[in-house]
């Protein structure tokens, strides 16, 4: 099959398109003709691209953990799926990801897409959906009548935990760049400060939740602003101050196939709209990467 690897540190210039044999299924593994692939575009720094879960070394590895297709293989121990069942979901951070035509994933990490929903958005919704859901109701506790801050709302999470905080009757206030305000406003934020031109500190009052997505000095100034009983959740650092009369939480994502039907249902039915910033084909995962890297809104989808 064709698959896109990286065989040594060094960035997504590393990535490569190649001829590579075809996965191997584990137990419990389901193997799928991958249709479409998300990613982080940090995860070539993760240690998990490099190593296995043993800490030896596995590569060259595949990235991009997102991923939306087809079941062509079930083997012993799978529940819960069958041959030709449009599936999406995540990869195991330290096995090699669906950036390829073919990717062997545990059946638990998967659920069904619904007959609406296009690979290409569905294949946008593992890793950015799951994050939202686990940061804001998981770890935030977030209700609603509550207030919540998201930075980097216009990002791939964060165009997507401004949609579930909304829908779940929360006042939300987005922040981010300001080319990314009108984004956010469509997604359903309230409020939007544009924090190349305003002071968080200045702009926004005491909330019930802050969900953190972009790190260093905001993450750090953003304690002093939550509520007794609230809580300061980061996917980027564990947050280096503590809320005076609240919580600090770093995570990071778990699979979950209940959440994964959850967003699935509510992007079947209109109410979560997976924000597709960019499409590259497979052969342009290197300008896919770069192009995220370089503030591309929303998630960057590999189309296979």
């Known amino acids: 099959m064709r698959a896109v690897r990286i065989h ?15 996965p191997r299924a584990a137990t419990g593994d389901v193997v799928v003709r991958v249709h ?26 595949i990235p991009a953990h997102e991923v939306a297709g087809v079941v062509t293989e079930v083997t ?18 330290h096995r090699d990801g669906a950036a390829a035509e073919y990717v ?5 990490n998967l659920a069904r897409i619904p007959r609406t929903l296009t690979y290409t958005r569905a294949a946008a919704l593992p890793v ?28 791939g999470t964060g165009t997507l935990a401004v949609q579930l905080a909304r829908e779940a009757g929360a006042h939300v206030i987005a922040t981010g760049r300001g080319r990314v305000a ?20 200045d702009a926004v009052g005491p909330v019930d939740l802050i969900f953190d997505t972009v790190g260093g000095d905001l993450l750090a100034r953003s304690a002093r602003k939550i ?15 503590r809320p005076e009369g609240g919580r600090a939480v770093f995570f990071i994502v778990e699979p979950d196939r209940e959440q994964l039907r959850g967003l699935a ?33 929303g998630k960057v989808v590999l189309e296979i």
Do not use: C
């Open 265 to 297: 249902e509510r992007a079947e039915a209109g109410r979560l709209r997976p924000h597709v910033g960019a499409v590259h084909p497979l052969a342009e995962a290197r300008e896919a990467f770069e192009a995220k890297r370089d503030g591309v809104p």
């Open 76 to 93: 012993y121990g799978t529940t819960g799926l069958a041959v030709g069942d449009r599936v999406f979901g995540l990869t195991d951070w």
């Open 128 to 155: 950015a959906g799951l994050t939202a859901w686990q940061g804001l109701f998981v770890h935030g506790g977030l209700e609603s009548g509550q207030s919540v801050v998201i930075h980097g709302a216009g990002g």
């Open 104 to 108: 062997a994933v545990e059946a638990r």
């Open 182 to 201: 009108d984004l956010a406003a469509e997604m359903g934020a309230q409020s939007f400060v544009d924090l190349e031109r305003q002071r968080f500190d």
């Open 8 to 22: 040594e540190p060094g960035g997504s210039d590393g990535l490569v398109l190649e001829d590579v044999p075809l």
């Open 227 to 241: 509520k007794p009983g609230g809580a300061l959740v980061s996917i980027t650092a564990p947050p280096p101050v």
């Open 36 to 61: 479409a692939a998300g990613f982080v575009p940090d995860e070539l720094e993760w240690p998990g691209t490099w190593v296995d879960r043993a800490g030896r070394d596995r590569t060259p590895s």
